[in-house]
């Protein structure tokens, strides 16, 4: 399977994927860890994957999201943005909405 | 090394009348953008054309950049 296909099956299969460098536990990176804090304060179920031992999808995800900076969180397949969008949509609200409404789905 | 001058260059010469307030340290950078470039499209579309405009210069020459992006009517119900 490619990347683009591995990708397109990761956010299907989940719904709520975070592209992010490390793990949940240890973020190697300042971003992917605030976005890992902001899905935890929201009480998400989420998965992640660690692009820095998948460089295949490291890679593959900034061309399918057409976007070059990690992390990236898809809910319900659809791409919502990288950790200043996620900080701009905890803080409004509009993430927990999200999250929420999958919770009561 | 990248200073904030040469970014808010970059994206002054990429997007038409905006107005670029940098701020960073040459390891990360805090960028707030405006322009009516910005009217009608989502935050996801926004960010996507600053990080066009940089382009390449996001692989090789800026490590990490924070960016807030806004059209000129964003800004105004912002600051209203």
Same mark, same amino acid.
């Given at each position: 399977m490619d990347a683009q296909d591995k990708i397109k099956t990761q956010i299907e299969d989940n719904d709520v994927m975070l592209y992010m460098k490390g793990s949940a536990m240890f973020p190697q990176c300042g971003f992917s860890g605030r976005a890992v804090e902001i899905l935890k304060a929201c009480?998400?179920? =989420?998965? +992640?994957?660690?692009?820095?031992?998948?460089? $295949?999808?490291?890679?593959?995800?900034?061309? =399918?999201?057409?976007?070059? +900076?990690?992390?990236?969180?898809?809910?319900?397949?659809? =791409?919502?943005?990288?950790? $200043?969008?996620?900080?701009?949509?905890?803080?409004?609200?509009?993430?927990? $909405?999200?999250?929420?409404?999958?919770?009561?789905? | 090394m990248v200073t904030p001058e040469d970014i808010k260059g970059w994206i002054e010469q990429g997007i038409d009348d905006c107005t670029v307030e940098i701020e960073g340290d040459g390891q990360h950078f805090y960028a707030t953008v405006i322009s009516p470039a910005f009217s009608g499209k989502n935050r996801v579309q926004q960010h996507q054309l600053v990080y066009q405009v940089l382009g390449d210069r996001m692989k090789e020459q800026i490590h990490a950049l924070s960016m807030q992006t806004m059209s000129p009517e964003e800004h105004a119900a912002r600051a209203g």
């Open positions: 009480g998400a179920d =989420f998965e +992640t994957v660690d692009v820095l031992s998948n460089p $295949d999808i490291r890679e593959g995800i900034k061309q =399918f999201s057409n976007w070059p +900076t990690i992390p990236q969180l898809y809910i319900k397949g659809e =791409f919502i943005g990288g950790s $200043d969008i996620m900080l701009e949509l905890y803080q409004n609200g509009e993430l927990q $909405d999200k999250i929420n409404a999958l919770k009561a789905g | -």
